[in-house]
């Protein structure tokens, strides 16, 4: 037991010393940490020629350096992992077997990848907002160029209108470098690591293409993307649709367990008695 009690005496110093942190970033996943993992960031500064980042957590924070996304991706795994090493505490604590005292030490190891699973999670919702609000704006370029604008005109004169966010504010800063006549392959390129969605980086792909090939082809070349683009959505709200409808089984069906059980146990104790 004394395991136990130095174990969230560390906890509490932990929380302290996360109070007393001036790094400053605003989290958006796995919040539940937040109010701990600032304490491992010295630590995390050691690992940074060590570790990588998932290019998803760059369209999560576009407005943070890599080096400040990477000092808090290593810090909230390392904070995870020491929270949950309560379990091995307690197995050694109350003296369990070998069997439980792995099993605590693996759940440790595996506990980690609730961070990736959490930014999954705010990547997959992100994304979903940014392909809605991209799917209009792709139609708009298309008929821009259908009605015989050049690449230069359409974007130029495409007004944005969408809701704030990352994808108006990246396309701003496309139509501006266009404007200012610098390179588009660059501009598109930027765009495309700005914007880690795979639709994205297709459309970056078939404008360089355009603009090195004199537009040759786009027409339909776009016309036929922003089709595919718009299939997709609706593949995507139907797959949305048949996910809730089973999470809505799945809950009843946990509902009527509970209740079977609650009807079965009084009978079940008689027959023991």
Known sequence: M??????????????IFSKKSLFEFSLKHSKYLKHFYKA???????FLKYA????????????????????????????????MLFLPMVAFAVNASTYLKVISFVMCIMSVKCIDL??????????EK?????????????????????????FVQQDINMPEGILKDQ???LIKSIELRSSPE????????????T?????CSIMISGFKNTESGLKDTLKAYTSSIWTEKKNRAKIRAEQAGAKAVFALAIGLVGILLILIAPAMLMLNS
């Open 118 to 127: 959490d930014i999954k999670s705010e990547y997959e919702l992100l994304k």
């Open 186 to 197: 660059d501009a598109f390129l930027s765009l495309s690591i700005a914007l880690p969605i």
């Open 52 to 83: 990588s980042v998932d290019n998803k957590m760059f369209l999560i924070y576009p407005e943070k350096s890599v080096i400040d996304i990477t000092i808090v991706h290593i810090s909230m795994k390392i904070c995870m992992f020491f929270i």
């Open 2 to 15: 004394i395991l136990v009690f130095v174990y969230i005496a560390l906890i509490l110093c932990i929380y």
């Open 199 to 203: 639709q994205i980086n297709s459309f």
């Open 130 to 154: 940014i392909l809605s609000d991209f799917s209009i704006y792709l139609t708009n370029i298309t008929l821009y160029i259908g009605s015989g604008m050049t690449l230069y005109q359409a």
């Open 171 to 173: 396309m701003k800063k």
């Open 40 to 46: 491992f960031i010295p630590l995390s500064k050691n």
